[in-house]
């Protein structure tokens, strides 16, 4: 028994799965205890057992400055020192809102709340406080959250409405949900006609990360958008994962422009945080201003916000997206030649410093392709990296996140443990 195994038995009696969020657990990739972590500094992990690993989780995509980087240590250490949590309005607040908006002008209006649930959660009540409408359309694999609306997946066919995706949805709600695959602009033009005079919103990942990372394919995002523009239905654009991964800002998306934006993660610097945002006509329909209730007793908490505000003046330093991305790009290609080398088929989705390896020679342009690549191919190589001193997320859905401090000697080093990885996959089927 390792000293992780023993952490997580102990945790076990206590947290219930011994893991306080389920894609922690090593379920999705065969089962055993998940590695206990005792502390983490730049592009590394440090585990209870004396292990080091390169560090690709980066927490399911916050952590983008690396871990316990000095300049958001020192801003946390400041806000801690001037009071945690102050219950009436700050500068920092306003200072963030700010920066935020220099770099998102589409956020005429902008609301912190602690978490990317709630940003997204309260979007969908700002919209049908809005239209007065009632039903939202989503797309297949988006994940936005734990809340009951978007816990809900397709039936069949391009127009049907959810059935609930967790035991505790309601019928009810799942009802109020459609849901269409990403990137099937036909489907969308099918389903759009039949509900939108019930529709309060169309939500969606304009790239996608949370089925691997998936781009919109052209057209798209350009349908999505002309139809709901034509119809007056606010348009929203869940960037929890997104905002500030690929660029400083959101990603240009051939300049097609949503209503509504749901931020968290890397704006938080690697504490919680969420915002939401958008046209100012729209966001006057949230209290105090409008009818539409939105609360929050540690929202805009100045360690969250200024933990946010110093990771952004990290990533705005000169050269840090390109340098990620030539990283990520070296790794990618390295990736596709050993596989390659070892008889295995495989396909990765890159965008600048985030990407997918999925095990199958197919492309992956929707869920019902991400879900088609090997699971078996990717736990055995998920364990094998992690044996090697690599540690990506535990499921064939995620990223591979680069932060600022991943170098060539970290690239080196997690190629010569794919190497011999994907060898051990082969060798296994
Ligand atoms: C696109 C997207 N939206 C919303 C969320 C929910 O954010 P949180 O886990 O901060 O509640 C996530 C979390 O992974 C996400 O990836």
Known sequence: ??????????????????????????????????????????????????????????????????????????????????????????????????????AIPELERIRFVNSGTEAVMTLLRVARAYTGKTKIMKFAGCYHGHFDQVLVAAGSGPSSLGT???????????????????????SFQVAFAKHQDDLACVLIEPVVGNFGIVSPIPGFLEAIRETTEKTGIPLIYDEVITAFRFRFGIVDYNAVKPDLIAMGKIIGGGLPIGAYGGKREIMEQVAPLGPAYQAGTLAGNPASIRAGMACLDVLEAPNVYPQMNALAEKLEDELLRLAKKSGLPITINRLGGGFTV??????????????????????????????RGVHLAPSKYEAWFLTTAHTEKEIDKTLEAAEASFDEVKSRK
Not at 42 to 66: K, Q, W
Not at 69 to 90: R, Y
Not at 166 to 173: I, K, Q
């Open 1 to 102: 028994m390792t000293q992780s195994d023993n952490w997580h038995e102990r945790a076990k009696n206590v947290i219930i799965g011994g893991v306080n969020s389920p894609s922690r657990s090593f379920k999705a990739v065969g089962g055993g205890a998940p590695i206990t972590i005792e502390k983490a500094e730049g592009a590394y992990l440090y585990d209870v057992d004396g292990n080091a690993y390169v560090d690709y989780l980066a927490a399911y995509g916050p952590i983008i400055a690396g871990h316990a980087h000095p300049h958001i240590v020192e801003a946390v250490q400041q806000a801690m020192q001037q009071g945690s949590l102050i219950g009436a309005p700050t500068p920092w607040e306003t200072l963030f809102a700010e920066r935020l908006q220099k």
């Open 164 to 186: 609930p995706d967790s035991a505790g949805v309601p019928e009810s709600v799942a009802n109020q949900v459609v849901t269409v695959p990403y990137n099937d602009i036909a």
């Open 358 to 387: 999925f095990f199958g020679d197919h492309q992956v342009v929707n869920y019902e392709d991400a879900k088609r690549s090997d699971s078996q191919d990717f736990a055995v190589f998920f364990k094998a990296m992690l044996a």
